[in-house]
Protein backbone atom coordinates (compact mmCIF):
# COMPACT_ATOMS: atom_id res chain seq x y z
CA UNK A 1 0.00 0.00 0.00
CA UNK A 2 1.50 3.09 -0.67
CA UNK A 3 0.41 6.04 1.20
CA UNK A 4 0.51 9.89 0.46
CA UNK A 5 0.70 12.14 2.93
CA UNK A 6 -1.11 15.74 2.50
CA UNK A 7 -0.37 18.33 4.86
CA UNK A 8 -1.50 22.08 5.22
CA UNK A 9 1.54 24.12 6.57
CA UNK A 10 0.43 27.17 8.94
CA UNK A 11 -0.71 26.21 12.44
CA UNK A 12 0.43 22.42 11.03
CA UNK A 13 3.77 21.25 10.21
CA UNK A 14 4.51 25.02 11.34
CA UNK A 15 4.09 26.35 14.54
CA UNK A 16 1.77 29.13 13.97
CA UNK A 17 3.35 32.05 15.61
CA UNK A 18 7.20 31.25 14.74
CA UNK A 19 7.08 29.13 11.52
CA UNK A 20 8.99 26.57 13.30
CA UNK A 21 9.30 23.12 12.68
CA UNK A 22 12.25 22.00 14.14
CA UNK A 23 9.80 19.59 16.22
CA UNK A 24 8.80 17.51 12.72
CA UNK A 25 12.45 17.00 11.01
CA UNK A 26 13.12 13.83 12.63
CA UNK A 27 9.67 12.58 10.77
CA UNK A 28 10.36 14.27 8.04
CA UNK A 29 13.51 12.72 7.28
CA UNK A 30 11.70 8.79 8.70
CA UNK A 31 8.64 9.43 5.51
CA UNK A 32 11.35 10.60 3.28
CA UNK A 33 13.51 7.70 3.55
CA UNK A 34 10.01 5.67 3.33
CA UNK A 35 9.68 7.20 0.00
CA UNK A 36 6.47 8.77 1.33
CA UNK A 37 4.99 11.62 -0.99
CA UNK A 38 4.47 14.27 1.30
CA UNK A 39 1.74 16.92 -0.64
CA UNK A 40 1.89 20.59 1.20
CA UNK A 41 -1.31 21.37 0.71
CA UNK A 42 -2.20 25.24 1.48
CA UNK A 43 -2.81 28.89 1.26
CA UNK A 44 0.39 29.68 0.46
CA UNK A 45 2.05 31.01 -2.35
CA UNK A 46 4.19 28.92 -5.43
CA UNK A 47 7.03 31.08 -4.45
CA UNK A 48 6.51 30.08 -0.82
CA UNK A 49 5.87 26.50 -1.71
CA UNK A 50 9.47 26.74 -3.52
CA UNK A 51 10.88 28.35 -0.85
CA UNK A 52 9.90 25.48 1.97
CA UNK A 53 10.78 22.66 -0.07
CA UNK A 54 13.67 23.67 -1.40
CA UNK A 55 14.56 24.28 2.93
CA UNK A 56 13.06 21.17 3.45
CA UNK A 57 14.65 18.62 0.34
CA UNK A 58 10.83 17.90 -0.38
CA UNK A 59 9.97 17.19 -4.05
CA UNK A 60 7.29 16.12 -4.17
CA UNK A 61 3.74 17.64 -5.86
CA UNK A 62 2.38 20.44 -4.01
CA UNK A 63 -0.88 22.68 -4.03
CA UNK A 64 -0.93 26.39 -3.80
CA UNK A 65 -2.76 29.14 -3.34
CA UNK A 66 -5.53 27.49 -1.09
CA UNK A 67 -6.39 24.87 -4.17
CA UNK A 68 -5.65 27.31 -7.13
CA UNK A 69 -3.55 24.58 -8.75
CA UNK A 70 -1.33 21.65 -8.38
CA UNK A 71 2.10 21.47 -9.36
CA UNK A 72 3.91 18.48 -10.41
CA UNK A 73 7.58 17.94 -11.19
CA UNK A 74 8.17 17.27 -14.60
CA UNK A 75 8.29 13.39 -15.10
CA UNK A 76 6.99 12.76 -11.45
CA UNK A 77 4.72 10.31 -12.67
CA UNK A 78 5.58 7.77 -15.60
CA UNK A 79 2.63 8.59 -17.49
CA UNK A 80 2.20 12.20 -19.38
CA UNK A 81 -1.59 13.99 -18.77
CA UNK A 82 -2.47 16.97 -19.74
CA UNK A 83 -0.89 20.23 -17.82
CA UNK A 84 0.45 23.58 -18.73
CA UNK A 85 4.01 23.50 -18.26
CA UNK A 86 5.73 26.31 -16.37
CA UNK A 87 9.48 25.81 -15.40
CA UNK A 88 10.16 22.83 -14.04
CA UNK A 89 6.55 21.70 -13.46
CA UNK A 90 3.34 19.89 -15.08
CA UNK A 91 0.65 22.27 -13.54
CA UNK A 92 -3.02 21.88 -13.38
CA UNK A 93 -4.80 25.27 -13.18
CA UNK A 94 -8.16 24.73 -11.06
CA UNK A 95 -8.50 28.90 -9.86
CA UNK A 96 -8.79 31.77 -11.79
CA UNK A 97 -5.81 34.13 -12.80
CA UNK A 98 -4.22 36.96 -10.86
CA UNK A 99 -5.28 39.10 -13.42
CA UNK A 100 -8.57 38.16 -13.35
CA UNK A 101 -9.28 38.17 -9.80
CA UNK A 102 -7.56 42.06 -9.90
CA UNK A 103 -9.55 42.78 -12.54
CA UNK A 104 -12.72 41.78 -11.08
CA UNK A 105 -11.84 43.62 -7.53
CA UNK A 106 -11.15 46.55 -9.29
CA UNK A 107 -14.50 46.76 -10.94
CA UNK A 108 -16.56 46.21 -7.72
CA UNK A 109 -13.99 49.02 -6.20
CA UNK A 110 -15.01 51.58 -9.05
CA UNK A 111 -18.92 50.21 -9.36
CA UNK A 112 -19.53 50.36 -5.07
CA UNK A 113 -16.89 52.55 -3.78
CA UNK A 114 -15.73 50.40 -1.53
CA UNK A 115 -12.26 50.91 0.42
CA UNK A 116 -10.60 47.50 -1.03
CA UNK A 117 -6.96 46.97 -0.74
CA UNK A 118 -5.22 44.11 -1.70
CA UNK A 119 -1.71 42.83 -1.63
CA UNK A 120 -1.46 44.18 -5.06
CA UNK A 121 -2.19 47.21 -3.82
CA UNK A 122 0.35 47.35 -1.92
CA UNK A 123 4.43 47.19 -1.46
CA UNK A 124 6.00 44.52 0.17
CA UNK A 125 7.24 46.88 3.18
CA UNK A 126 3.09 47.85 3.61
CA UNK A 127 2.04 43.97 3.54
CA UNK A 128 4.84 43.21 5.80
CA UNK A 129 3.62 45.79 8.19
CA UNK A 130 0.21 44.72 7.43
CA UNK A 131 0.57 41.03 8.24
CA UNK A 132 3.50 41.30 10.72
CA UNK A 133 6.00 39.35 8.12
CA UNK A 134 9.69 40.22 7.04
CA UNK A 135 10.27 42.38 3.84
CA UNK A 136 11.80 38.87 2.30
CA UNK A 137 8.15 36.71 3.65
CA UNK A 138 6.01 39.55 2.53
CA UNK A 139 7.36 39.61 -1.00
CA UNK A 140 7.13 35.64 -1.61
CA UNK A 141 3.10 36.23 0.24
CA UNK A 142 2.36 39.06 -2.47
CA UNK A 143 3.84 36.93 -5.22
CA UNK A 144 0.27 35.29 -6.08
CA UNK A 145 -0.98 33.29 -9.21
CA UNK A 146 -4.22 32.01 -7.76
CA UNK A 147 -5.70 34.36 -5.10
CA UNK A 148 -5.64 37.64 -3.88
CA UNK A 149 -5.50 38.31 -0.69
CA UNK A 150 -7.44 42.04 0.55
CA UNK A 151 -8.41 43.97 3.49
CA UNK A 152 -12.18 45.30 3.38
CA UNK A 153 -12.05 48.52 4.99
CA UNK A 154 -16.13 48.84 5.50
CA UNK A 155 -18.82 48.54 7.98
CA UNK A 156 -19.90 44.69 8.59
CA UNK A 157 -23.09 45.12 7.28
CA UNK A 158 -21.55 45.86 4.15
CA UNK A 159 -19.95 42.62 3.76
CA UNK A 160 -22.76 40.48 2.41
CA UNK A 161 -22.62 43.41 -0.56
CA UNK A 162 -19.41 42.46 -1.11
CA UNK A 163 -19.65 38.47 -1.48
CA UNK A 164 -22.73 38.65 -3.36
CA UNK A 165 -20.47 41.52 -6.00
CA UNK A 166 -17.88 39.36 -5.88
CA UNK A 167 -20.40 35.64 -7.03
CA UNK A 168 -21.57 37.98 -9.30
CA UNK A 169 -18.96 38.12 -11.52
CA UNK A 170 -18.20 34.89 -11.58
CA UNK A 171 -16.04 34.23 -8.31
CA UNK A 172 -15.18 33.06 -4.99
CA UNK A 173 -14.90 34.81 -1.53
CA UNK A 174 -13.61 33.46 1.79
CA UNK A 175 -12.86 35.50 4.96
CA UNK A 176 -10.28 33.91 7.09
CA UNK A 177 -9.19 36.49 9.89
CA UNK A 178 -7.56 39.67 8.96
CA UNK A 179 -7.96 38.67 5.25
CA UNK A 180 -10.44 38.35 2.51
CA UNK A 181 -9.73 36.46 -0.56
CA UNK A 182 -11.06 36.46 -3.99
CA UNK A 183 -10.61 33.37 -5.79
CA UNK A 184 -11.60 31.24 -8.99
CA UNK A 185 -15.11 28.72 -8.16
CA UNK A 186 -13.09 25.84 -9.11
CA UNK A 187 -10.39 26.54 -6.81
CA UNK A 188 -10.66 24.20 -4.28
CA UNK A 189 -8.04 22.26 -1.58
CA UNK A 190 -10.57 19.09 -2.16
CA UNK A 191 -10.77 18.85 -5.26
CA UNK A 192 -7.14 19.17 -6.18
CA UNK A 193 -6.98 16.53 -3.69
CA UNK A 194 -8.87 14.42 -5.68
CA UNK A 195 -6.84 15.07 -8.55
CA UNK A 196 -3.66 13.75 -7.20
CA UNK A 197 -5.12 10.98 -5.54
CA UNK A 198 -6.02 9.64 -8.97
CA UNK A 199 -2.77 10.34 -10.70
CA UNK A 200 -1.05 8.73 -7.59
CA UNK A 201 -3.99 5.83 -8.33
CA UNK A 202 -2.91 5.65 -11.94
CA UNK A 203 0.62 5.42 -10.96
CA UNK A 204 0.74 2.46 -8.54
CA UNK A 205 -3.02 0.69 -9.06
CA UNK A 206 -6.29 1.44 -7.72
CA UNK A 207 -7.13 0.83 -4.10
CA UNK A 208 -3.28 0.53 -3.54
CA UNK A 209 -2.94 4.19 -2.71
CA UNK A 210 -4.03 5.57 0.86
CA UNK A 211 -4.67 8.92 1.75
CA UNK A 212 -3.96 10.77 5.22
CA UNK A 213 -4.61 14.58 5.89
CA UNK A 214 -3.48 17.07 7.96
CA UNK A 215 -4.74 20.06 8.89
CA UNK A 216 -5.47 22.71 11.93
CA UNK A 217 -8.16 25.06 10.63
CA UNK A 218 -11.18 25.79 8.30
CA UNK A 219 -9.85 26.05 4.97
CA UNK A 220 -8.56 22.37 5.39
CA UNK A 221 -12.06 21.08 6.03
CA UNK A 222 -12.59 20.31 2.22
CA UNK A 223 -8.76 18.75 1.94
CA UNK A 224 -9.89 16.66 4.82
CA UNK A 225 -13.04 15.40 3.63
CA UNK A 226 -10.97 14.49 0.56
CA UNK A 227 -8.53 11.52 2.36
CA UNK A 228 -9.25 8.60 4.01
CA UNK A 229 -7.62 9.03 6.90
CA UNK A 230 -8.05 12.70 7.99
CA UNK A 231 -6.52 14.67 11.09
CA UNK A 232 -6.84 17.26 12.92
CA UNK A 233 -3.61 19.29 15.02
CA UNK A 234 -4.49 21.35 17.52
CA UNK A 235 -4.89 24.86 17.41
CA UNK A 236 -2.86 27.88 19.57
CA UNK A 237 -6.13 27.95 22.29
CA UNK A 238 -5.16 24.20 22.84
CA UNK A 239 -8.53 22.70 21.01
CA UNK A 240 -9.09 21.34 17.87
CA UNK A 241 -11.38 22.40 15.17
CA UNK A 242 -15.32 22.25 15.50
CA UNK A 243 -15.44 19.18 13.52
CA UNK A 244 -17.20 15.96 13.50
CA UNK A 245 -15.85 13.52 10.55
CA UNK A 246 -15.89 9.75 10.19
CA UNK A 247 -12.60 8.57 11.03
CA UNK A 248 -11.13 12.14 12.01
CA UNK A 249 -8.41 11.60 14.17
CA UNK A 250 -7.67 14.50 17.10
CA UNK A 251 -3.69 14.77 17.80
CA UNK A 252 -3.15 15.58 21.39
CA UNK A 253 -0.18 17.95 20.41
CA UNK A 254 -0.33 21.36 18.78
CA UNK A 255 0.62 22.13 15.47
CA UNK A 256 3.86 20.38 14.72
CA UNK A 257 3.82 18.33 17.65
CA UNK A 258 0.26 16.98 16.57
CA UNK A 259 1.68 16.67 12.94
CA UNK A 260 4.53 14.32 14.34
CA UNK A 261 1.93 12.11 16.28
CA UNK A 262 -0.36 11.88 13.15
CA UNK A 263 2.99 10.63 10.88
CA UNK A 264 3.92 8.31 13.92
CA UNK A 265 0.73 6.71 14.38
CA UNK A 266 -1.05 6.24 10.39
CA UNK A 267 2.53 6.52 8.27
CA UNK A 268 5.55 5.10 10.00
CA UNK A 269 4.44 3.45 12.61
CA UNK A 270 6.48 3.80 15.36
MG1 LIG B 1 -3.43 26.10 8.76
Request: hydrophobic share 35%.
Amino acid sequence: MKKILFTDLDGTLFDLADYSYDAALPALEALKKENIPIIFCTAKTFVENEYYRKKLGIDDPFIVDNGGAIFIPRNYFSFTFECKERSNYCVIELGASYGELRAALKAIREEMGFKITGFGDMTAEEVAKDANLSVEEAERAKNKDYNESFVFDEPEEKEALLFEKIREKGFEITHGGRYYNIHGKDADKGKAVRILTALFEQEYGEGEVKTIGVGDSRNDIPMLKAVEQPALVKNKKGTWLDLSLTNLYKARGEGPEGWVEVVEKFIINK
